[in-house]
Protein backbone atom coordinates (compact mmCIF):
# COMPACT_ATOMS: atom_id res chain seq x y z
CA UNK A 1 0.00 0.00 0.00
CA UNK A 2 1.04 3.23 -1.08
CA UNK A 3 0.96 6.27 1.68
CA UNK A 4 -2.18 7.39 1.15
CA UNK A 5 -2.18 11.17 0.79
CA UNK A 6 0.35 12.54 -1.06
CA UNK A 7 0.01 16.25 -1.33
CA UNK A 8 1.92 18.32 -3.99
CA UNK A 9 5.23 19.76 -2.69
CA UNK A 10 8.50 20.53 -4.24
CA UNK A 11 11.70 19.25 -5.21
CA UNK A 12 14.94 21.36 -5.93
CA UNK A 13 17.35 20.89 -8.71
CA UNK A 14 20.59 19.19 -7.29
CA UNK A 15 22.20 17.31 -10.26
CA UNK A 16 20.70 17.29 -13.56
CA UNK A 17 22.98 15.44 -16.22
CA UNK A 18 21.74 15.39 -19.95
CA UNK A 19 22.83 12.53 -21.67
CA UNK A 20 23.12 12.16 -25.33
CA UNK A 21 20.39 14.06 -26.68
CA UNK A 22 17.15 12.52 -25.75
CA UNK A 23 17.80 11.91 -21.88
CA UNK A 24 17.74 13.74 -18.98
CA UNK A 25 18.31 12.57 -15.01
CA UNK A 26 17.43 15.09 -12.60
CA UNK A 27 18.24 14.37 -8.38
CA UNK A 28 15.46 16.57 -6.65
CA UNK A 29 16.14 17.15 -3.11
CA UNK A 30 12.01 16.67 -2.09
CA UNK A 31 10.36 18.81 0.58
CA UNK A 32 8.61 16.59 2.79
CA UNK A 33 9.60 13.85 1.29
CA UNK A 34 7.89 10.69 1.76
CA UNK A 35 10.00 7.93 1.00
CA UNK A 36 9.04 5.81 -2.09
CA UNK A 37 8.66 2.02 -3.61
CA UNK A 38 11.00 0.66 -5.59
CA UNK A 39 8.74 1.12 -9.20
CA UNK A 40 6.38 3.62 -7.63
CA UNK A 41 6.63 7.67 -9.63
CA UNK A 42 6.16 11.04 -8.77
CA UNK A 43 4.14 13.69 -10.72
CA UNK A 44 6.14 17.01 -12.09
CA UNK A 45 4.52 19.78 -12.77
CA UNK A 46 5.48 23.08 -14.30
CA UNK A 47 3.62 26.53 -13.65
CA UNK A 48 3.58 29.49 -16.21
CA UNK A 49 3.36 33.03 -14.51
CA UNK A 50 -0.41 32.80 -15.98
CA UNK A 51 -0.75 29.92 -13.56
CA UNK A 52 -1.01 27.54 -16.67
CA UNK A 53 0.24 24.53 -15.75
CA UNK A 54 1.18 21.03 -17.45
CA UNK A 55 2.00 17.33 -15.39
CA UNK A 56 3.50 14.51 -16.05
CA UNK A 57 4.35 11.40 -14.15
CA UNK A 58 7.82 9.82 -14.14
CA UNK A 59 8.83 6.44 -12.36
CA UNK A 60 11.35 7.44 -9.81
CA UNK A 61 15.51 6.04 -10.47
CA UNK A 62 16.80 6.15 -6.80
CA UNK A 63 15.96 3.99 -4.37
CA UNK A 64 14.10 4.94 -0.78
CA UNK A 65 17.36 5.54 1.30
CA UNK A 66 19.00 7.43 -1.33
CA UNK A 67 18.66 11.29 -0.31
CA UNK A 68 18.22 12.67 -3.36
CA UNK A 69 14.71 11.48 -5.78
CA UNK A 70 16.31 10.70 -9.19
CA UNK A 71 13.95 10.73 -12.59
CA UNK A 72 15.09 9.71 -16.17
CA UNK A 73 12.97 11.46 -18.49
CA UNK A 74 13.25 11.03 -22.35
CA UNK A 75 13.02 14.33 -24.43
CA UNK A 76 9.63 13.22 -26.69
CA UNK A 77 9.05 15.40 -29.55
CA UNK A 78 6.75 18.30 -28.92
CA UNK A 79 6.99 17.05 -25.27
CA UNK A 80 5.64 20.30 -23.12
CA UNK A 81 7.51 18.79 -19.72
CA UNK A 82 10.07 16.40 -21.41
CA UNK A 83 10.75 19.16 -23.19
CA UNK A 84 11.19 21.85 -20.45
CA UNK A 85 13.08 19.73 -18.74
CA UNK A 86 15.65 18.73 -21.66
CA UNK A 87 15.87 22.07 -22.78
CA UNK A 88 15.17 24.51 -20.16
CA UNK A 89 15.79 23.08 -16.74
CA UNK A 90 19.19 23.71 -14.40
CA UNK A 91 20.50 22.93 -11.13
CA UNK A 92 18.73 25.13 -8.32
CA UNK A 93 15.16 25.34 -10.39
CA UNK A 94 12.55 24.48 -8.27
CA UNK A 95 9.33 22.33 -9.40
CA UNK A 96 6.54 21.00 -8.20
CA UNK A 97 6.13 17.62 -7.35
CA UNK A 98 3.57 14.81 -6.18
CA UNK A 99 4.51 11.55 -5.08
CA UNK A 100 4.90 9.00 -4.31
CA UNK A 101 2.10 7.70 -6.47
CA UNK A 102 1.33 3.78 -7.25
CA UNK A 103 1.08 1.22 -4.77
CA UNK A 104 1.06 -2.29 -7.53
CA UNK A 105 3.85 -2.08 -9.59
CA UNK A 106 6.11 -2.26 -6.72
CA UNK A 107 9.24 -4.35 -5.05
CA UNK A 108 10.87 -4.41 -2.11
CA UNK A 109 12.25 -7.95 -2.44
CA UNK A 110 8.85 -10.10 -0.99
CA UNK A 111 8.63 -12.28 -4.18
CA UNK A 112 11.34 -13.98 -6.64
CA UNK A 113 10.49 -11.45 -9.61
CA UNK A 114 11.48 -11.00 -13.40
CA UNK A 115 11.84 -7.69 -14.66
CA UNK A 116 11.54 -6.76 -18.65
CA UNK A 117 12.05 -3.48 -19.77
CA UNK A 118 11.86 -1.92 -23.05
CA UNK A 119 14.22 1.58 -23.28
CA UNK A 120 13.03 4.03 -20.75
CA UNK A 121 11.25 1.06 -19.09
CA UNK A 122 14.07 0.11 -17.44
CA UNK A 123 13.90 2.98 -14.78
CA UNK A 124 11.39 1.42 -12.23
CA UNK A 125 14.00 -1.27 -12.46
CA UNK A 126 17.12 0.70 -11.38
CA UNK A 127 15.07 1.51 -8.15
CA UNK A 128 14.28 -2.32 -7.72
CA UNK A 129 18.10 -3.15 -8.40
CA UNK A 130 19.56 -0.33 -6.11
CA UNK A 131 17.18 -1.44 -3.19
CA UNK A 132 17.96 -5.28 -3.71
CA UNK A 133 21.62 -4.07 -4.15
CA UNK A 134 21.28 -2.72 -0.70
CA UNK A 135 19.57 -4.99 1.12
CA UNK A 136 21.01 -7.90 -0.50
CA UNK A 137 18.59 -8.94 -2.21
CA UNK A 138 19.80 -9.11 -5.42
CA UNK A 139 19.22 -13.14 -6.39
CA UNK A 140 15.42 -12.26 -5.79
CA UNK A 141 15.51 -10.14 -8.51
CA UNK A 142 16.40 -10.69 -12.50
CA UNK A 143 16.29 -8.08 -15.07
CA UNK A 144 15.87 -8.05 -18.73
CA UNK A 145 16.44 -5.07 -20.68
CA UNK A 146 15.89 -4.40 -24.06
CA UNK A 147 17.13 -1.44 -26.15
CA UNK A 148 18.63 -0.99 -29.47
CA UNK A 149 21.81 0.10 -28.73
CA UNK A 150 23.41 0.15 -25.88
CA UNK A 151 23.99 3.80 -26.02
CA UNK A 152 20.22 3.64 -26.32
CA UNK A 153 19.16 2.15 -23.37
CA UNK A 154 19.42 4.00 -20.19
CA UNK A 155 21.56 3.10 -17.48
CA UNK A 156 23.07 0.22 -19.88
CA UNK A 157 26.30 -0.06 -17.92
CA UNK A 158 24.72 0.34 -14.74
CA UNK A 159 22.29 -2.70 -15.27
CA UNK A 160 25.19 -4.66 -16.97
CA UNK A 161 27.09 -4.21 -13.93
CA UNK A 162 24.13 -5.26 -11.63
CA UNK A 163 23.69 -8.49 -13.57
CA UNK A 164 21.21 -7.68 -15.63
CA UNK A 165 20.73 -9.68 -19.24
CA UNK A 166 21.09 -6.46 -21.88
CA UNK A 167 19.06 -7.45 -24.93
CA UNK A 168 20.07 -5.24 -27.85
CA UNK A 169 18.44 -5.22 -30.72
CA UNK A 170 20.45 -3.65 -33.50
CA UNK A 171 23.92 -3.94 -32.11
CA UNK A 172 26.09 -6.99 -31.13
CA UNK A 173 26.82 -7.80 -27.33
CA UNK A 174 29.71 -9.63 -26.26
CA UNK A 175 28.89 -12.83 -27.85
CA UNK A 176 25.43 -12.42 -28.67
CA UNK A 177 24.16 -11.09 -31.46
CA UNK A 178 21.54 -8.51 -32.25
CA UNK A 179 18.37 -9.39 -31.90
CA UNK A 180 15.17 -9.42 -29.25
CA UNK A 181 15.17 -11.42 -26.76
CA UNK A 182 13.82 -14.88 -27.19
CA UNK A 183 12.18 -17.57 -25.02
CA UNK A 184 15.20 -19.48 -24.56
CA UNK A 185 17.46 -17.00 -23.23
CA UNK A 186 14.66 -15.77 -21.03
CA UNK A 187 13.55 -19.47 -19.91
CA UNK A 188 16.75 -19.47 -17.13
CA UNK A 189 15.88 -16.27 -15.80
CA UNK A 190 12.13 -17.11 -15.15
CA UNK A 191 13.08 -19.99 -13.51
CA UNK A 192 11.28 -20.38 -10.03
CA UNK A 193 10.03 -16.67 -10.28
CA UNK A 194 6.75 -15.84 -8.41
CA UNK A 195 6.23 -12.77 -10.12
CA UNK A 196 7.17 -10.63 -13.30
CA UNK A 197 7.50 -6.89 -13.80
CA UNK A 198 6.68 -5.57 -17.90
CA UNK A 199 7.58 -1.46 -18.46
CA UNK A 200 7.68 0.17 -21.82
CA UNK A 201 5.79 1.13 -24.40
CA UNK A 202 2.37 -0.35 -25.52
CA UNK A 203 4.06 -2.33 -27.96
CA UNK A 204 6.72 -3.16 -26.17
CA UNK A 205 4.55 -4.63 -23.36
CA UNK A 206 2.47 -6.93 -25.28
CA UNK A 207 5.48 -8.60 -26.91
CA UNK A 208 7.02 -9.11 -23.08
CA UNK A 209 4.04 -10.53 -22.13
CA UNK A 210 3.83 -12.87 -25.17
CA UNK A 211 7.50 -13.90 -24.25
CA UNK A 212 7.07 -13.83 -21.05
CA UNK A 213 4.28 -16.45 -21.93
CA UNK A 214 6.62 -18.88 -24.24
CA UNK A 215 9.08 -18.58 -21.48
CA UNK A 216 6.38 -20.56 -19.39
CA UNK A 217 4.98 -17.60 -17.11
CA UNK A 218 1.56 -17.02 -15.98
CA UNK A 219 -0.19 -14.35 -16.98
CA UNK A 220 -1.85 -13.60 -14.09
CA UNK A 221 1.73 -12.71 -12.09
CA UNK A 222 2.62 -10.52 -14.43
CA UNK A 223 1.88 -6.83 -13.90
CA UNK A 224 2.50 -3.88 -16.42
CA UNK A 225 3.29 -0.41 -16.14
CA UNK A 226 2.91 1.10 -20.07
CA UNK A 227 3.53 4.44 -20.83
CA UNK A 228 2.18 6.32 -24.28
CA UNK A 229 1.58 9.63 -25.44
CA UNK A 230 2.94 12.14 -22.77
CA UNK A 231 5.61 14.46 -23.06
CA UNK B 1 3.26 27.40 -5.71
CA UNK B 2 5.89 28.43 -7.57
CA UNK B 3 6.16 29.71 -10.87
CA UNK B 4 8.73 27.51 -13.06
CA UNK B 5 11.93 29.62 -14.09
CA UNK B 6 11.69 29.61 -18.08
CA UNK B 7 8.30 27.75 -18.35
CA UNK B 8 5.35 29.24 -20.56
CA UNK B 9 6.60 30.77 -23.46
CA UNK B 10 5.80 27.57 -25.55
CA UNK B 11 3.21 26.33 -27.44
CA UNK B 12 0.60 24.66 -24.98
CA UNK B 13 -0.70 21.08 -25.24
CA UNK B 14 -3.69 22.08 -22.91
CA UNK B 15 -6.97 23.88 -24.77
CA UNK B 16 -9.09 25.36 -21.46
CA UNK B 17 -11.87 25.36 -22.73
CA UNK B 18 -12.71 21.59 -23.34
CA UNK B 19 -9.98 20.15 -21.23
CA UNK B 20 -9.99 19.49 -17.78
CA UNK B 21 -7.72 21.04 -15.24
CA UNK B 22 -4.11 19.61 -16.16
CA UNK B 23 -5.39 17.42 -19.10
CA UNK B 24 -4.14 17.67 -22.32
CA UNK B 25 -5.31 16.85 -25.75
CA UNK B 26 -3.69 13.83 -27.21
CA UNK B 27 -5.29 14.01 -30.74
CA UNK B 28 -6.15 10.06 -32.17
CA UNK B 29 -3.20 8.75 -30.18
CA UNK B 30 -5.38 6.76 -28.20
CA UNK B 31 -2.54 5.41 -25.43
CA UNK B 32 -3.00 1.54 -24.19
CA UNK B 33 -2.57 1.55 -20.37
CA UNK B 34 -2.74 -1.60 -18.36
CA UNK B 35 -1.84 -2.80 -15.33
CA UNK B 36 -2.41 -6.81 -16.14
CA UNK B 37 -1.15 -8.91 -19.23
CA UNK B 38 -4.36 -8.66 -21.82
CA UNK B 39 -6.34 -11.35 -21.21
CA UNK B 40 -7.61 -13.29 -24.72
CA UNK B 41 -11.20 -13.09 -24.91
CA UNK B 42 -13.69 -15.05 -27.36
CA UNK B 43 -16.65 -12.77 -27.61
CA UNK B 44 -18.86 -15.98 -27.64
CA UNK B 45 -17.36 -17.29 -24.45
CA UNK B 46 -17.88 -13.87 -22.90
CA UNK B 47 -20.97 -12.58 -20.42
CA UNK B 48 -21.95 -9.93 -18.76
CA UNK B 49 -23.48 -10.75 -15.18
CA UNK B 50 -25.08 -8.10 -12.89
CA UNK B 51 -25.90 -9.48 -9.44
CA UNK B 52 -25.10 -8.28 -5.72
CA UNK B 53 -27.80 -5.96 -4.53
CA UNK B 54 -30.62 -6.10 -7.54
CA UNK B 55 -34.27 -7.81 -7.49
CA UNK B 56 -33.41 -10.48 -10.81
CA UNK B 57 -29.63 -11.09 -10.64
CA UNK B 58 -28.72 -12.02 -14.55
CA UNK B 59 -26.09 -12.65 -16.95
CA UNK B 60 -25.85 -11.75 -20.94
CA UNK B 61 -24.03 -13.54 -23.35
CA UNK B 62 -22.49 -11.50 -26.28
CA UNK B 63 -25.68 -12.22 -28.13
CA UNK B 64 -28.62 -11.47 -25.57
CA UNK B 65 -26.41 -8.06 -25.14
CA UNK B 66 -26.38 -7.25 -28.37
CA UNK B 67 -30.45 -7.88 -28.34
CA UNK B 68 -30.61 -5.30 -25.76
CA UNK B 69 -31.43 -1.67 -27.06
CA UNK B 70 -28.10 -0.15 -28.67
CA UNK B 71 -26.89 3.19 -27.33
CA UNK B 72 -24.30 5.42 -28.69
CA UNK B 73 -21.78 8.05 -26.85
CA UNK B 74 -20.28 10.57 -28.66
CA UNK B 75 -18.00 12.78 -26.42
CA UNK B 76 -14.73 13.22 -24.72
CA UNK B 77 -12.20 11.08 -22.31
CA UNK B 78 -10.06 11.58 -19.86
CA UNK B 79 -6.58 9.74 -18.49
CA UNK B 80 -5.49 10.57 -15.15
CA UNK B 81 -2.26 10.74 -16.82
CA UNK B 82 -2.95 13.70 -18.22
CA UNK B 83 -4.05 13.33 -22.26
CA UNK B 84 -7.80 13.52 -22.86
CA UNK B 85 -9.36 12.69 -26.37
CA UNK B 86 -12.19 14.73 -28.01
CA UNK B 87 -14.47 13.55 -29.92
CA UNK B 88 -14.90 9.73 -29.07
CA UNK B 89 -17.56 7.71 -30.45
CA UNK B 90 -18.30 4.48 -28.53
CA UNK B 91 -21.46 2.20 -29.02
CA UNK B 92 -22.52 -0.70 -27.18
CA UNK B 93 -25.80 -0.56 -23.90
CA UNK B 94 -26.65 1.59 -21.35
CA UNK B 95 -25.74 0.87 -17.68
CA UNK B 96 -29.04 2.24 -17.89
CA UNK B 97 -30.69 -0.59 -19.58
CA UNK B 98 -29.77 -3.83 -17.88
CA UNK B 99 -30.79 -2.31 -14.44
CA UNK B 100 -33.86 -1.42 -15.71
CA UNK B 101 -33.64 -5.22 -15.88
CA UNK B 102 -32.74 -6.92 -13.21
CA UNK B 103 -33.56 -3.70 -10.93
CA UNK B 104 -31.70 -2.20 -8.06
CA UNK B 105 -32.41 -2.38 -4.55
CA UNK B 106 -32.83 0.67 -2.56
CA UNK B 107 -30.43 -0.06 -0.22
CA UNK B 108 -27.98 -0.24 -3.18
CA UNK B 109 -25.16 3.03 -3.40
CA UNK B 110 -22.25 1.65 -5.36
CA UNK B 111 -21.11 -0.71 -8.16
CA UNK B 112 -18.25 -2.75 -8.22
CA UNK B 113 -16.94 -3.05 -11.61
CA UNK B 114 -15.27 -6.80 -12.30
CA UNK B 115 -13.29 -8.20 -15.08
CA UNK B 116 -11.77 -11.30 -16.60
CA UNK B 117 -8.03 -9.95 -15.02
CA UNK B 118 -9.25 -9.66 -12.15
CA UNK B 119 -9.47 -5.80 -12.00
CA UNK B 120 -11.24 -3.94 -10.40
CA UNK B 121 -13.09 -0.70 -9.99
CA UNK B 122 -15.52 0.82 -7.62
CA UNK B 123 -18.74 3.85 -8.42
CA UNK B 124 -21.49 5.05 -6.68
CA UNK B 125 -24.25 4.32 -8.40
CA UNK B 126 -25.61 7.56 -9.43
CA UNK B 127 -22.77 7.55 -11.37
CA UNK B 128 -23.31 4.72 -14.14
CA UNK B 129 -26.86 5.53 -13.75
CA UNK B 130 -29.10 8.50 -15.60
CA UNK B 131 -27.27 7.95 -19.16
CA UNK B 132 -23.71 8.39 -17.95
CA UNK B 133 -22.26 4.73 -18.63
CA UNK B 134 -22.05 2.22 -21.20
CA UNK B 135 -21.02 -1.01 -22.04
CA UNK B 136 -18.85 -0.16 -24.62
CA UNK B 137 -18.10 -2.47 -27.64
CA UNK B 138 -17.57 -0.32 -30.27
CA UNK B 139 -15.06 1.99 -30.98
CA UNK B 140 -15.33 4.45 -34.03
CA UNK B 141 -17.85 1.92 -35.67
CA UNK B 142 -15.36 -0.61 -35.51
CA UNK B 143 -15.12 -3.62 -32.91
CA UNK B 144 -13.72 -2.56 -29.46
CA UNK B 145 -9.87 -3.83 -30.09
CA UNK B 146 -8.42 -5.81 -27.07
CA UNK B 147 -6.11 -4.06 -25.91
CA UNK B 148 -8.53 -1.07 -25.46
CA UNK B 149 -10.79 -3.55 -23.35
CA UNK B 150 -12.33 -5.56 -25.94
CA UNK B 151 -14.52 -7.39 -26.41
CA UNK B 152 -16.51 -5.11 -23.92
CA UNK B 153 -15.27 -2.55 -21.63
CA UNK B 154 -17.28 -0.35 -19.12
CA UNK B 155 -17.54 3.56 -20.46
CA UNK B 156 -17.80 5.65 -17.28
CA UNK B 157 -16.79 8.84 -19.36
CA UNK B 158 -17.22 11.89 -17.13
CA UNK B 159 -15.06 10.15 -14.85
CA UNK B 160 -10.98 9.17 -15.27
CA UNK B 161 -10.55 6.38 -17.89
CA UNK B 162 -9.44 3.97 -14.99
CA UNK B 163 -13.19 3.64 -13.85
CA UNK B 164 -14.23 2.93 -17.26
CA UNK B 165 -12.82 -0.92 -16.72
CA UNK B 166 -11.44 -2.79 -19.72
CA UNK B 167 -12.99 -6.69 -20.12
CA UNK B 168 -15.42 -5.89 -17.64
CA UNK B 169 -17.44 -8.99 -17.03
CA UNK B 170 -19.77 -8.19 -13.94
CA UNK B 171 -21.17 -5.48 -12.24
CA UNK B 172 -21.82 -6.00 -8.41
CA UNK B 173 -23.94 -3.78 -7.14
CA UNK B 174 -23.08 -2.84 -3.24
CA UNK B 175 -24.99 -1.39 -0.13
CA UNK B 176 -21.56 0.41 0.76
CA UNK B 177 -18.40 1.58 -1.12
CA UNK B 178 -15.57 -0.66 -0.99
CA UNK B 179 -12.58 0.61 -3.32
CA UNK B 180 -11.45 -0.95 -6.39
CA UNK B 181 -7.96 -1.59 -7.82
CA UNK B 182 -6.34 1.21 -8.17
CA UNK B 183 -8.13 3.01 -5.53
CA UNK B 184 -6.83 0.80 -3.02
CA UNK B 185 -3.34 1.42 -4.53
CA UNK B 186 -3.12 5.06 -4.04
CA UNK B 187 -6.08 6.83 -6.41
CA UNK B 188 -9.38 9.03 -5.72
CA UNK B 189 -11.95 6.79 -4.78
CA UNK B 190 -14.33 8.90 -7.34
CA UNK B 191 -12.11 10.34 -9.93
CA UNK B 192 -13.88 13.75 -11.18
CA UNK B 193 -11.65 14.92 -13.96
CA UNK B 194 -12.92 18.41 -13.68
CA UNK B 195 -12.05 18.10 -9.62
CA UNK B 196 -8.68 17.24 -10.59
CA UNK B 197 -9.30 13.96 -8.21
CA UNK B 198 -6.85 11.47 -9.57
CA UNK B 199 -4.95 10.20 -6.07
CA UNK B 200 -6.04 10.03 -2.28
CA UNK B 201 -5.90 13.16 -0.93
CA UNK B 202 -7.44 15.49 -3.71
CA UNK B 203 -10.66 17.21 -2.63
Same mark, same amino acid.
Given at each position: ??????????????????????????????????????????????????????????????????????????????????????????????????????????????????????????????????????????????????????????????????????????????????????????????????????????????????????????????????????? | ???????????????????????????????????????????????????????????? &???? /? %???? $?? @???????? +? *???????????????????????????? &???? /? %???? $?? @???????? +? *???????????????????????????????????????????????????????????????????????????
Amino acid at each position: MSEPDSAWTTGKVVELERIGDRFVTVRLDVANRVDHLPGQHYVVRLRAPDDYTAQRSYSVASEPDDPLVELMVECLPGGEVSGHLHDVAEVGDVFELRGPIGGWFTWEGEATAVCVAGGTGVVPFVSMLRYAARHGLGDRLRVVAVGRTFADLPYAAELRDAGAFLALTRENLGDRVAAPPHAEEVGPLVDGIERAYVCGTAGFASFAERLLGEAGVRRDVIRVEQFGASG | MPVTRGFGHGPRRGRPDRLPPGQYDTGRDWPVLTAEAQPVIDPEQWTITVDGSVDRPHTW &TWRE /A %HALP $GS @TYFGDIHC +V *TTWSMLDTTFAGVSVDTLLELTGSRPEA &THVM /A %HCAT $GY @TTNLPLED +V *TGGKAWLAWEYDGRPLPAEHGGPVRLLVPHLYFWKSAKWVDRLELLTRDRPGFWEQNGYHDRGDPWLEQRYQGDP
